[in-house]
């Protein structure tokens, strides 16, 4: 066991404590004859808690020295990525599909890629396009039109 | 309905014009996607949800589903030999020989061993599928809810115990997934669970955004750590057409693979990965230089290759006759037949007869395509390579975004998508595989259900599970696994112990 699945251990016991609890203080356990609704979470809170607090007490005396999950730079991108597609979907439905996808397909190519401008460029008009016209007319979803076009 | 009969009601179903054309799209898109490293079947499926969701024929939308699942078994095989990299997970052990091949000049070759073992094995699968699959429905036909309660157990327990690394984490992800399902408003009683008042999980978490995010984002991120770019051992493919001789150590380790991955592939959990590991180690068993292998032996190729295919087909088993999805691929196939108001299961072929064999003859008709598109357009192929993840990702995510916000022109849906994105990264990077949470997602709905069902039928009593036969006998074989976990992981510790000790 690493430090990280050691963490990962707690957590879950931590989680399965939180579910039995909340479970049993919210909803109704009901009896075998007629289970209630907290009947199936809060046994697998119980689970949960069981499983990962024996592989916690088995593991801890072989806990290996720390080893980063991640090696230097490697977080970087997924954690750009992570922060532009939060901002891609809360600019869509102001925005709109057409005008918040070029920048976010801009924002990509010039955060994570690097690439040049001109390439930045033509791969945000045409994966934009593509992507409109595969939603609207091959597959017929709505897409935010936005505050623009009133 | 006589099996031949239906069969070929099947493929006047299967050779519609629609039909035969999502049958081709999901064998092409199945290809591209065990071609493109990192992006599985699973991931891919999860991603082409919501396009599914849109489908008017529940028909059309699994076959087109099932092409992908079995197109990128075929397509695996391309990354395995040419890069050394997998395409998809059950390609894994075609690296060790198809890329000394390659290196070797005799990419041709191996490519092309791989293709007709694939086509063969598939075929094999199918005509599996066809002949058990009837009976098994009818027998399942006899099943009440404390049997549906065992079979789902064992089926979620042996997914468990047989894909991931550690049963452990497996059981923890399984339980999750439980959890997860738990959310929104109990169907018995009406009673809000976990919604903590949000109003848009009043209705649980759509499957599209788990799986999407589980699966498709979290590979996404992934693939974006690692974005070194593979070279190419060999510049050129070679000779195509195997030589007599590679024929001859082929055709016996084709039939062997297509016959290990076919009764793997039923066993829940079992499915392609062991059925190609299971094969690489029995072909090296019968091998008579087995001192080839690692060097560039073409049954290394052919066996798993074959391997991985019928167990894909043999897959759909336990999906079509008793509602079992067999690994993350298929659960998400079953999701989508459960949106579509199909439940697969043993009444599927008698309420759907047309679904249950227009979906088996399409399979046929998937491995046709197949060996077309592999074989001769293996260049093609080699092309899709060089298109960059700076393109493919963003496209990706644009794509999954706007997915998760057509379910219900609504963004709550898109940022539960991202959080099970982070989520699945994270637990991926910690070694937790998230098939068994998915699976359990999925089947959670109905196990919760039959096993309130079968007390309310016993009073509360338990011993219904294991007084009436299907089901005893079930829950003995549930025993049986267990146990022989427990005393698996006993051994495991005991050998450490020993080996720490120095014995």
């Given amino acids: ?150 | 309905m006589d099996i031949f009969q239906g069969l070929l009601g099947g493929f006047s179903i299967a050779l519609s014009g629609t039909n035969m054309l999502f049958c081709f799209l999901g064998a092409l898109l199945g290809t591209a996607v065990g071609v493109l490293p990192g992006l599985g079947p699973a991931a891919t499926i999860s991603l082409l949800l919501p396009v599914v969701y849109s489908m008017s024929s529940p028909a059309t939308s699994i076959i087109f589903l099932a092409g992908i699942f079995y197109g990128a078994m075929y397509g695996g095989s391309t990354t395995s030999i040419l890069l050394r990299i997998p395409g998809e997970a059950a390609s894994v052990v075609t690296c060790i020989d198809g890329f000394q091949m390659a290196k070797k000049g005799r990419a041709g070759a191996a490519l092309a061993i791989a293709a007709i073992g694939s086509f063969v094995a598939g075929t094999v699968g199918v005509i599996g599928l066809t002949f058990v699959a009837p009976p098994l429905a009818e027998f399942a036909l006899r099943f009440g809810a404390p049997e549906y309660f065992a079979l789902m157990l064992i089926g979620l327990l042996l997914a468990v115990f047989l894909s991931g690394d550690s049963p452990l984490k497996g059981l923890i992800m399984l339980f999750l997934g439980i959890l997860l399902s738990n959310v929104g408003i109990d169907p018995i009683s009406g009673k809000e669970r976990f919604t903590f008042g949000i109003v848009s999980l009043q209705n649980g978490f759509e499957f599209v955004t788990l799986a999407m995010g589980l699966f498709g984002l979290s590979e996404v991120f992934l693939t974006l750590e690692s974005k070194g770019a593979a070279e190419f051992v060999t510049a050129t493919i070679g000779r195509i057409m195997p030589t007599a001789r590679d024929w001859a150590e082929s055709r016996w380790a084709i039939l062997r693979g297509s016959f290990i991955g076919f009764f793997t592939g039923v066993i829940p959990g079992g499915g392609a990965v062991v059925a190609s590991l299971t094969s690489y180690a029995l072909e090296k068993k019968f091998a008579k230089h087995p001192e080839e292998f690692g060097q560039g032996a073409i049954a290394g190729v052919a066996g798993p290759e074959s391997a991985n295919n019928a167990a894909s087909s043999a897959s759909f088993i336990p999906l079509l006759t008793l509602g079992i999805p067999a690994n993350a691929s298929i659960a998400m196939i079953f999701a989508a037949l459960l949106v579509q108001g199909v439940t697969p299961g043993p009444f599927l072929i008698q309420e759907h007869p047309d679904l249950f064999w227009g979906v088996i003859a399409s399979m046929y008709l998937g491995n046709v395509i197949l060996l077309v598109l592999n074989l001769p357009l293996v260049g093609l192929w080699v092309q899709l390579l060089k298109v960059p993840f700076g393109i493919l990702g963003p496209l990706i995510v644009m794509f999954t975004v706007v997915g998760c916000y057509s379910l219900a022109n609504d963004m709550f849906n898109v940022y539960v998508f991202i959080a099970f994105g982070v989520i699945g990264y994270i637990l991926r990077k910690l070694r937790f595989d998230p098939g068994p949470l998915i699976m359990a997602f999925v089947l959670a709905p109905l196990i919760e259900n039959s096993l309130r069902q079968s007390l309310l039928l016993s009073a509360g009593s338990m011993a219904i599970f294991v007084t009436r036969p299907i089901s005893g006998t079930l829950m003995a074989l549930f025993a049986a696994i267990v146990a022989a976990q427990a005393y698996k992981a006993v051994r495991k510790r005991k050998d450490v112990k020993c080996a720490d000790n120095g014995e």
Avoid at chain 1, 83 to 107: C, H, K, Q, R
């Fill in chain 1, 1 to 150: 066991m690493t430090r990280q699945e050691r963490n990962a251990a707690v957590f879950f016991v931590i989680l399965g404590v939180a579910v039995v609890g909340h479970a049993l203080a919210k909803l109704e356990l009901g009896t075998l004859k007629e289970p209630g609704p907290a009947f199936f979470p809060v046994i697998c809170g119980v689970g949960i808690v069981a499983l990962a607090g024996y592989w916690l007490v088995t593991s801890l005396k072989s806990v290996k020295p720390w080893a980063p999950l991640w090696a230097k730079g490697e977080l970087a991108a997924p954690v750009t990525a992570t922060v532009l597609i939060v901002a891609y979907s809360a600019a869509m439905e102001p925005l709109g599909y057409l005008l918040s996808t070029v920048i976010f397909l801009v924002a990509w190519q010039q955060a994570i890629e690097r690439e040049k401008w001109l390439k930045t460029g033509v791969i945000a008009v045409c994966g934009t396009a593509v992507m409109y016209l595969l939603f609207m007319y091959l597959l017929g979803v709505p897409l935010p039109e936005g505050m623009f076009v009133e």
